[in-house]
């Protein structure tokens, strides 16, 4: 049995993550600024902030595998709140490393394949091409990246970085920043317009959320040789087509069109035969996975 502590444990992500990694058998921690109203009985809640070394130290002393699911930047706000990136997660984040280095345990840093990589000529984008990204908040998590592979390299740490694509699906809130097929059910169930940058020809890779869990549950027990790895569903799907989608469900969504955003590339998917090797599994298919999370909003 494992300790297993998971940081950001309130999170869309990492709530998930959580809540399949308590229907394992392993001793299962959630670390977050704020504990969750509806707590799992077999999960150890622990309320701190992850910028006091302290609080930090002790939450994960002893623990065998930490998921790193924490950053306070994301790509729409990152042009504003770059130097708090840099200056706060960045540098916690390499505390974090040192502590983990002291207690020789795994991690599992959260990295974002949707911003590293930046503007590619080839898709689908494997992990060994030359990552460019092209906001603050993509650069935060390649410096991170950098950061834990020399860990690896000259501390001998076991520390994973997992580059995921476009999760969506339950306990996600695009108002955070992210999350366009959230935004077009939510808004669209409340008879409101959803917002699309652009003409909606942008491409992205949209992954279920449970898919994503599972995965990461599987890497932390099984790490693999790679430093690296994607996160997606290989396939890429324009806003224009998910919006197809989600009328199937809501035929009368509007759409408000906004000028594009230099923040955002204009396609973007992920190889994932790396991760198929390590991990074959199933995906959730897209269309599939839309239905799955209307069903879920259309009952709350
Ligand atoms: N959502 C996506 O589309 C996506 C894609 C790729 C990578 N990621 C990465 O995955 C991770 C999780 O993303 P998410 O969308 O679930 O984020 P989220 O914003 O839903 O969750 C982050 C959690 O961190 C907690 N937190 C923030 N500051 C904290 C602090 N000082 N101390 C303790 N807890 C703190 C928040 O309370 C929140 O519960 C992030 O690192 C993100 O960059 C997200």
Known sequence: ????????????????????????????????????????????????????????????????????????????????????????????????????????????????????????????????????????????????????????????????VVRISNPYGPGQDYHKGVGFIDAALKRGLAKEPVQVYGDGSVVRDYIYIQDVCNVLAYLGKNLGKHDIINLGSGRGTSMKEILEIVRRYIPDLQVEYLPSRSVDVPEIYLDNQRLLHLYPMELTPLEEGIKKYYMYLKEQ
């Open 1 to 160: 049995m494992k300790k297993i502590m998971v940081l950001g444990g309130n999170g869309f992500i990492c709530r998930n993550l959580v809540s399949t990694l308590a229907s394992g058998e392993d001793e299962i921690y959630s670390f977050d600024l704020n504990i969750p109203e509806q707590r799992l009985p077999n999960v150890h809640y622990m309320e701190g902030d992850f910028f006091d070394d302290y609080v930090l130290h002790n939450a994960v002393k002893g623990m065998d595998i930490v998921y790193h699911g924490i950053c306070t930047l994301n790509p729409g706000n990152s042009n504003d709140k770059y130097m708090q990136g840099y200056t706060r997660d960045l540098v916690q984040t390499v505390k974090l490393c040192d502590m983990l280095r002291e207690n020789n345990a795994r991690m599992i840093f959260l990295s974002s394949g949707g911003t590293v990589y930046g503007k590619q000529e080839v898709m689908p984008i494997k992990e060994n091409v030359l990552a460019k990204p092209i906001n603050h908040y993509g650069n935060l998590k390649l410096c991170s990246e950098n950061m834990i592979r020399v860990f690896n390299i000259q501390n001998n740490t076991d520390f994973r």
